[in-house]
């Protein structure tokens, strides 16, 4: 199975290396990284055309490649450049609750409201899939949950709510400071290269 992981153009992949360390050393999934070339060896990359993606558009755009390669698995894993392993595991589907619980006024706060605006007019329940996990997809569920991202949506959770309930629902495993504690469990996600534990550097 691949794991499939979108990269925007910046001059350092802080925590990537970590990242493919992590996923190597516990499971067997081969790696596609989709976006910016950051010349490790050993992983597929498959190069987009946009020179500068912006944040969510630049994912959306290599999900839709990747739901539309043929050697790339389906299902594949959707993670990201700061998801580690911490220990063997298959992937599930983990939430965080419900999108219009998020508080934040910044821009990730409001397209979680707009995604569960839209899940509000299919009729669909408002889960929060926006963990830092990674999240197992199908190609067709993708492609299905990308026709509504163009309303602002975002499209971990409206893969999540259009394709069924969560395995899990749980806090964030991102660490954000250096007070944050480390979560137990599968994975965890850094904020910064400084705040990976020192054992997996």
Not at 84 to 98: D, E, F, K, M, S
Request: hydrophobic fraction near 30%; charge should be positive.
């Amino acid at each position: 199975m691949n794991v499939v992981i979108p990269l925007r153009p910046r001059p350092v992949y802080q925590t990537l290396h970590a990242t493919l360390d992590s996923i190597r050393e516990h499971t067997d999934y081969q790696v596609v990284i989709i976006g910016a070339d950051p010349k490790y060896k050993g992983v597929k990359h498959i190069p987009t055309r946009e020179r500068r993606p912006q944040k969510f558009t630049g994912q959306e755009a290599a999900l839709r490649i990747a739901a539309t390669t043929d050697w790339i698995s389906d299902p594949f894993i959707y993670s990201n450049d700061d998801i580690l392993w911490t220990q063997p595991a298959t992937p599930i589907r983990w939430a965080l609750g419900n999108l219009r619980d998020d508080t934040r006024t910044n821009e990730y706060g409001r397209r979680k409201h707009r995604t569960a605006d839209i899940l509000d007019r299919l009729g669909l329940p408002t889960g929060d899939y926006e963990s830092h996990t990674p999240l197992p997809v199908t190609k067709a569920g993708i492609l299905e949950a990308l026709l509504y991202c163009g309303d602002g949506g975002n499209i971990r959770s409206l893969y999540g709510n259009l394709t069924g309930t969560p395995d899990r629902i749980a806090p964030d495993v991102k660490i954000r400071r250096p007070t944050d504690g480390i979560p137990t469990g599968e994975w965890l996600s850094v904020a910064h290269h400084r705040l990976i534990p020192e054992h997996m550097r």
